[in-house]
């Protein structure tokens, strides 16, 4: 009986837990859309205008900016940051136009 109760409570606490975290990822992932869109732009600009290694590319990332990830194509020089699970986006070096980021191929945020 009393392994019964704190097992059902245990399973309550993760459904309340996992929703929490759904909720929090739904609220930032705007904030990620965007932090991904100008870490891919600066990135490409640090490493095919600039000529640098992506690794020093990160210095030039805003605080806050940390949890994104990069990395890079040198065959279609293109430069991809991304946030695991949350947000990816890629933008390519033309040698006329500089870095172009590649449409966007998610769902619209829309502001309730």
């Known amino acids: 009986m009393m392994a019964r109760r ?3 409570g245990a399973l309550t606490l993760f459904v309340i837990a996992l929703i929490a ?3 929090y990822a739904r609220s930032i992932t705007p904030k990620i859309e ?3 869109g100008y870490g891919a732009r600066v990135a490409c600009a640090c490493r095919y205008i600039g000529n640098r290694d992506l690794n ?3 210095r030039d990332f805003e605080p806050g900016m940390e949890q994104i990830s990069l990395k890079d194509d040198p065959k279609l020089k293109t430069v991809t ?3 695991p699970l949350l947000a990816s986006r ?3 070096y033309d040698p006329v136009l500089g870095c172009q980021p590649e449409p966007f191929k998610g769902t619209p945020y829309r502001v309730p």
């Open 6 to 8: 704190i097992g059902l």
């Open 56 to 58: 020093s590319c990160y």
């Open 90 to 92: 890629s933008v390519r």
């Open 21 to 23: 975290a759904w909720g």
């Open 81 to 83: 940051a991304y946030v």
């Open 34 to 36: 965007l932090g991904v």
